[in-house]
């Protein structure tokens, strides 16, 4: 059973159960665990197998491909196997996978336990996102995945700095140490992890067995994820060339500290955004988010000094920070309750494409008009992801909200 939330002061329901807390924090753990790797896999695959610098981003990016083919598996199987079945699974092989970097031994293995561990992670992220919906109440949706997502915005700050700083004081070998040691605190909280599992209606039961596309996606989601993944994929384009970028343009110490100050302003912002959209709706989010991130990046592709590479960083943090809870939110309010493993699978498999695109997307855009250009031309495609997403999802929300 899950624990039954209570009553804040306020008489609001509560939130901050003990079920709620222990989910955010093996997300947590389990994303420190990607993004610990994620930062120097690269430069390990150049230096202990000469790989190329093709290879080398392969075996960065592989990981995503992994986790693209099991997040829609694993919606079937949380409403087949259980909730607390499948986190055991996707942690469990976490544990094991990372443990394995240590017996890669050519650029071939390490293409292969990258591709596995991202698979892990894929059910591993989905299942969270899954168990975290039914442990909150579901009027404060916004603010409880608010705060959810905000364990993963803080593992993007925390693991890429901890990671560096262990690849220079120590060794590769340090970091797959702390890589495995982090998932597997994880596994030994699950234990306290008290949830119920969900299940259809006896007639829709059927579905979740037959292999057909309802089985997998559930379409409902798909028009506001593709929207959101219009967005992720030009946030991409920061997450990927930021740094060669801030070489060109000689901005490197202010970028050293560029997605700390990202990850503060998401810190900081992300409960009045959940209140906001729990209190006015989604696009009283949305709008505002969205033109925020756009000029975030108008601001990047302007930069001349630190300061306004940093203020740029602000206005990212802000919108993409807004965008990426709430976008979450409003896939799993599309669906009932036996629909939600279904419907954060849908989400973050566009969400993968979308991350998984821009990189190469942008790759083809620089030669063409340099890093300037092609940042304006993701500000151009934020305003592409706004337009779409009023058109798909958004203009609904504000008749069903004047309606209500």
């Known amino acids: ?60 990016s592989i990981f995503v491909i992994g986790g693209l083919i099991t997040r829609p598996l694993a919606g079937r199987w949380i409403h087949r196997l259980g909730q607390r079945k499948t986190l055991y699974v996707g942690v469990g092989m976490t544990v094991v996978l990372t443990a394995l970097y240590f017996a890669a031994t050519s650029v071939t293995l390490l293409l292969v336990i990258r591709l596995l561990h991202g698979a892990a992670f894929g059910i591993t992220s989905v299942t969270t996102a899954t168990i975290v919906v039914g442990v909150m109440p579901s009027s404060r949706y916004g603010e409880g995945i608010g705060y959810f997502t905000l364990s993963q915005t803080l593992a993007t700050a925390i693991g890429p700095f901890v990671g560096l700083l262990l690849l220079q004081h120590g060794s590769f070998d340090a970091i797959v140490i702390a890589s495995t040691a982090v998932p597997a605190l994880g596994l030994l909280m699950m234990p306290s992890l008290h949830v119920r599992d969900t299940r259809p209606a006896p007639e829709r039961r059927g579905l979740a067995r037959k292999p057909e596309l309802g089985g997998f996606v559930e379409r409902s989601v798909i028009p506001i994820a593709l929207a959101i993944a219009i967005v992720y994929l030009g946030y991409a384009s920061v997450m990927s060339f930021l740094a060669l970028y801030a070489q060109e343009i000689g901005l490197m110490t202010a970028a050293s500290v560029f997605f700390i100050v990202l990850a503060v302003v998401v810190f900081v912002s992300r409960p009045f955004v959940g209140r906001r959209f729990d209190g006015k709706g989604e696009n009283s989010v949305i709008y505002p988010a969205v033109l925020t991130l756009a000029a975030g990046m108008v601001l990047l592709s302007q930069a001349r000094h630190g300061a306004m590479l940093l203020l740029a960083a602000v206005a990212i943090g802000l919108g993409f920070g807004a965008v990426q ?72 929300a504000t008749r069903a909200a004047a309606a209500s």
């Not at 002061?9 to 222990?22: C, E, I, K, Y």
């Not at 695959?45 to 290879?55: G, H, I, K």
């Not at 709430?326 to 989400?347: D, E, W, Y």
Request: net charge positive.
């Open 1 to 60: 059973m899950t624990e039954a939330p209570s009553p804040d002061p306020s008489g609001a329901p509560g939130l901050w159960t003990r079920d709620f807390v222990a989910i955010t924090v093996v997300n947590f753990l389990v994303a420190m665990n990607f993004y610990l790797l994620m930062m120097v896999v690269a430069k390990f695959a150049t230096d202990r197998f000469a790989a190329s610098p093709a290879v080398a981003g392969l075996a960065a």
């Open 325 to 396: 809870s709430s976008g979450q939110t409003i896939a799993v309010k599309l669906v009932p309750a036996h629909r939600v493993g279904f419907a954060n699978s849908t989400f973050f498999a566009f969400m993968d494409i979308g991350v998984g695109m821009g990189p190469w997307l942008c790759g083809l855009l620089i030669p063409l008009s340099g890093y300037r250009g092609m940042y304006g031309v993701m500000a151009a495609l934020m305003i592409v992801g706004l337009v779409l997403y009023h058109v798909l999802h958004g203009r609904r």
